[in-house]
């Protein structure tokens, strides 16, 4: 067995045979996979990778033949070794409007339907799929085709919001170019989201910040009109790219403050305490929050916070190993799986190092400057692939970033100094369960405030 095949039999192989098991030490629940299907899209956003990475996803590799090819070969070696997924992801350019993209779907469920256990299969799309009737219908049929095989295929919206998507995501078609072909666009997505109860992604970029206060606006009155909560189904993420400027970082410190005023006094009544139960000593909108709360500041995971550490990656095109999609650069993957007469027969080193200090180290204390920074316990940290992109070491911070995320911990920190949060926590009762946790973020905070000092 080789160091890879031991790294990857402890970390994925071995939870998914052994399958959800109740037991609180379990890896499963944090173990799955993404199929990375292919990187032709429809669009071409100003900050995705796949349009300005054509390494990513080698040319050769994207024929759909193949690709189909190698996912039954994959699909057929989990079934072999009875793996069982709490979430599979499908990531791709967007095919979901394509026959294409219909096709993947049906190998899968046809998988699901032979026994493969899979919970949820979860698919980022920018939804452009919802302009056409028979797409429509066809997602939706697999939708409910899924549900009658046991596994919830949801649909996660990348869309950026009705005044930022013009900015950002420039479609191939001229969806957002046409107000009229705008307004139907928008009408379609949300009808179709809340048809099925699913929720939005969109980015909080350079490129796109200083719009976002009237753009969450909009997203407010849409959520208001079908049915959502703005501030529990929206999950803002920021775009970690080495393009963050003074000015930008300004926009999104003003962006975080509009948001705190508005969830206080429409959500709060103006009444701080509520505020700091929301934030700090409930699970703030769960049931059923989207994840990442943008003005949060909540203690760092030493793994990094996005999916790289926690998912499994194939490139279907030639069933390479990257660590996650935005780092499958020849350098930096893990392996590749062996073929010999169709089938999978094991797995060919690349780079085990890779995966070892993905995988089993702690990205904090691994990566340089977070290992000593003042500011590690809130950040969020990079994107390795950004970092790799920027500085060809995919654990070194980027400047620009690092000045974006200590620029918004400072602003938060001063924030709720300002309104009274960090007075409201240091009264918290040791009943409480959360007393542990809120004494490390309140010492975090001091830290901090001392190193700047
Ligand atoms: S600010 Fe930069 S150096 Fe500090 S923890 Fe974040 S990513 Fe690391
Ligand atoms: S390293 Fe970057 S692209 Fe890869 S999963 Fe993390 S955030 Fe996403």
């Given at each position: ?21 109740g ?14 299907v ?37 699909l ?86 009705g005044l ?102 429409e ?7 509520k ?65 010999e ?48 992109e ?34 409201a ?29």
């Open positions: 067995m080789s160091v890879l095949d031991t790294i990857l039999e402890k970390r994925f192989f071995t939870p998914w045979r052994q399958g959800r098991s037991d609180p030490a379990s890896l499963w629940p944090d173990s799955s996979l993404e199929l990375y292919t990187a032709a899209c429809n669009q071409n956003c100003e900050y995705c990778y796949l349009v300005r990475q054509k390494e990513l996803y080698p040319r050769e590799a994207m024929k759909p033949e193949i690709i189909k090819k190698n996912m039954k070969n994959f057929d070696w989990c079934l072999k070794e009875g793996f069982s997924f709490h979430q599979v992801d499908l990531f791709s350019g967007e095919i979901w409007h394509s026959p294409f993209g219909w096709e993947i779907l049906d190998i899968l469920l046809s998988y699901i339907r032979r026994g493969l256990r899979i919970e949820t299969v979860m698919i980022p799309t920018n939804a452009s799929f919802v302009l056409s009737d028979r797409a429509i219908a066809e997602m939706a049929n697999r939708i409910e085709d899924y549900g009658a095989a046991g596994c919830r295929l949801q649909l996660s919206g990348s869309i950026d919001g930022s998507d013009g900015i950002t995501r420039r479609g191939n078609e001229s969806r957002l170019t046409d107000e009229k072909n705008t307004d139907d666009f928008y009408d379609r997505f949300f009808s179709f989201w809340r048809r099925f109860g699913f929720v939005f992604h969109p980015m909080v970029s350079a490129e796109n910040v200083k719009y976002w206060r009237e753009n969450f606006q909009w997203w407010d009155e849409r959520c208001r009109e079908y049915g959502y909560d703005s501030f529990r189904d929206i999950m803002m993420l920021e775009v970690r790219n080495d393009n963050w400027t003074d000015e930008s970082i300004e926009d999104y410190k003003s962006f975080l403050g509009f948001l705190i005023d508005k969830l206080l006094d959500r709060c009544s103006g009444d701080v305490k505020l700091v139960n929301h934030l700090f000593l409930t699970d703030i909108f769960n049931p059923g929050s989207s994840g990442y709360i943008n003005f949060g500041l909540a203690k760092a995971d030493a793994f990094q916070g996005c999916t790289v550490s926690d998912m499994f990656t194939v490139r279907l095109g030639d069933l390479a190993i990257p660590p996650c999609h935005r780092t499958a650069y020849d350098e930096l993957l893990y392996g590749r799986f062996r073929v007469d169709g089938k999978i027969t094991g797995i060919e080193e690349h780079n085990p190092q890779i995966a070892s200090r993905i995988l089993l180290q702690d990205s904090i204390l691994c990566s340089p400057g977070c290992d000593c920074c003042p500011y590690n316990f809130f950040c969020l940290r990079g994107c390795y692939g950004s970092q790799r920027a500085g060809k070491d995919p654990f070194m911070p980027i400047e620009s970033v690092c000045r974006l995320f200590r620029g918004k911990i400072d602003f938060l920190i001063d924030k709720y100094r300002e309104l009274g949060v960090w007075e926590l240091e009264k918290v009762s040791p009943a409480n369960a959360r007393y542990e946790e809120i004494g490390e973020i309140l010492e975090a905070v001091k830290h901090i405030r001392e190193a700047r000092a």
